[in-house]
């Protein structure tokens, strides 16, 4: 028997929710895991399963689903661009009959939901750093549209369930976060250098390397969601989430390369379309309303995700991306 809660993880398996789906459980909460499997496998959470309160569950969020839980994060979303254009159609129907689904079942169950949201939704930003009061601005017919117009929907579902039903909503804007259990081969910043540097390969820079980002340790990034969902009724958010520390592409790919020791060198490809140049999280929202900022430095966060991938790496473990889709 537990006295905790039973929390709804969407997307439980991922990255992100694997790693909140862990916490919970150290909170003493049940924790229901749901997913498609479609970017991540049950080997992010085959830890947890031995726990009688964990409980993996296979469902694709564009479908209804009927469960009693007490509290729901929704994360379930491809989130890098080597997935989320893989189907794009396919990545705006999960946001948004998703969001429909689990508002839905959120409604009915009167419980509180978060949305877990993107910085995607600012676009390439004309204001840096970016406030929540931002709108955006995002290309509507683009590549990356299908992810960021999808999240930018969903966002608008979950302010008019707030709106017409009264809902208690959560949303958070996350922006870059790295860390254990991300998918090597996702095509994202932090992993394609480590993976690079590990296997003694040249780390691949987009661009001049001069277009800046900020880093945020995914055990930084839970806490905040969990904070998020533990604030009264009246919050809602959105409320942006990340580490406002700015790196150069250059930069990171400089400590990665002094980290891992790698006989790899920095090679030059051209930068692909609607790439951000900046992107850099205004988190005063969060310190105020969740008294949260981030507190791992780039440096430890990277040796904690390096080992991680070496030991996959070495245990010859690596997910490929065809596995993750078929599986
Ligand atoms: N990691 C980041 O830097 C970041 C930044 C901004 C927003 N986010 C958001 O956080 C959430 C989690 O991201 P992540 O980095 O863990 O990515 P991830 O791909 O590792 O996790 C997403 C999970 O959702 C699952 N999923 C996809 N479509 C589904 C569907 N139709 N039904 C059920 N499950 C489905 C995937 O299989 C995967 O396990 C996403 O919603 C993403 O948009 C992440």
Same mark, same amino acid.
């Given at each position: 028997?537990?006295?905790?809660?039973?929390?709804?993880?969407?997307?439980?398996?991922?990255?992100?929710?694997?790693?909140?789906?862990?916490?919970?459980?150290?909170?003493?909460?049940?924790?229901?895991?749901?997913?498609?499997?479609?970017?991540?496998?049950?080997?992010?959470?085959?830890?947890?399963?031995?726990?009688?309160?964990?409980?993996?569950?296979?469902?694709?969020?564009?479908? %209804?689903?009927?469960?009693?839980?007490?509290?729901?994060?929704?994360?379930?979303?491809?989130?890098?661009?080597?997935?989320?254009?893989?189907?794009?159609? $396919?990545?705006?129907?999960?946001?948004?009959?998703?969001?429909?689904?689990?508002?839905?079942?959120?409604?009915?169950?009167?419980?509180?939901?978060?949305?877990?949201?993107?910085?995607?939704?600012?676009?390439? %930003?004309?204001?840096?750093?970016?406030?929540?009061?931002?709108?955006?601005?995002?290309?509507?017919?683009?590549?990356?549209?299908?992810?960021?117009?999808?999240?930018?929907?969903?966002?608008?579902?979950?302010?008019?369930?707030?709106?017409?039903?009264?809902?208690?909503?959560?949303?958070?804007?996350?922006?870059?976060?790295?860390? %254990?259990?991300?998918? %090597?081969?996702?095509?994202?910043?932090?992993?394609?250098?480590?993976? $690079?540097?590990?296997?003694?390969?040249?780390?691949?820079?987009?661009?001049?390397?001069?277009?800046?980002?900020?880093?945020?340790?995914?055990?930084?990034?839970?806490?905040?969601?969990?904070?998020?969902?533990?604030?009264?009724?009246?919050?809602?958010?959105?409320?942006?989430?990340?580490?406002?520390?700015?790196?150069?592409?250059?930069?990171?790919?400089?400590?990665?390369?002094?980290?891992?020791?790698?006989?790899?060198?920095?090679?030059?490809?051209?930068?692909?379309?609607?790439?951000?140049?900046?992107?850099?999280?205004?988190?005063?929202?969060?310190?105020?309303?969740?008294?949260?900022?981030?507190?791992?430095?780039?440096?430890?966060?990277?040796?904690?995700?390096?080992?991680?991938?070496?030991?996959?790496?070495?245990?010859?473990?690596?997910?490929?991306?065809?596995?993750?889709?078929?599986?």
């Amino acid at each position: 028997m537990s006295n905790g809660r039973r929390v709804l993880v969407t997307g439980g398996a991922g990255f992100l929710g694997s790693h909140l789906s862990e916490r919970l459980l150290d909170r003493g909460h049940d924790v229901l895991c749901l997913d498609n499997f479609f970017s991540s496998s049950r080997h992010n959470v085959a830890h947890l399963l031995t726990n009688p309160r964990m409980e993996l569950m296979r469902h694709d969020v564009t479908f %209804p689903l009927f469960v009693e839980v007490d509290e729901i994060f929704n994360l379930a979303c491809p989130a890098s661009p080597v997935h989320y254009q893989f189907d794009p159609t $396919q990545t705006t129907k999960t946001s948004v009959i998703g969001a429909i689904n689990m508002l839905g079942l959120a409604k009915r169950l009167r419980v509180k939901i978060l949305q877990a949201s993107t910085s995607e939704v600012y676009g390439d %930003p004309n204001v840096h750093p970016q406030p929540e009061e931002y709108w955006g601005n995002v290309n509507p017919i683009g590549m990356r549209s299908c992810y960021d117009e999808g999240k930018r929907c969903a966002e608008t579902l979950f302010f008019d369930y707030r709106r017409q039903h009264n809902m208690p909503i959560k949303v958070v804007r996350i922006f870059n976060t790295y860390g %254990p259990r991300m998918h %090597p081969h996702d095509g994202r910043v932090v992993s394609n250098f480590i993976v $690079q540097a590990l296997k003694d390969e040249n780390i691949t820079i987009y661009g001049d390397g001069s277009q800046t980002r900020s880093f945020c340790y995914v055990d930084d990034l839970v806490e905040a969601m969990l904070r998020m969902m533990d604030t009264p009724g009246d919050v809602t958010g959105p409320i942006n989430i990340g580490n406002p520390n700015e790196f150069t592409i250059r930069e990171l790919a400089e400590i990665v390369i002094e980290l891992t020791g790698t006989k790899g060198e920095i090679h030059f490809e051209p930068l692909p379309s609607d790439d951000p140049r900046q992107r850099q999280p205004d988190i005063a929202k969060a310190k105020e309303v969740l008294g949260w900022e981030p507190k791992t430095q780039l440096r430890d966060g990277l040796a904690k995700t390096i080992a991680y991938f070496d030991k996959l790496l070495s245990e010859n473990a690596m997910p490929t991306l065809a596995s993750s889709r078929l599986r």
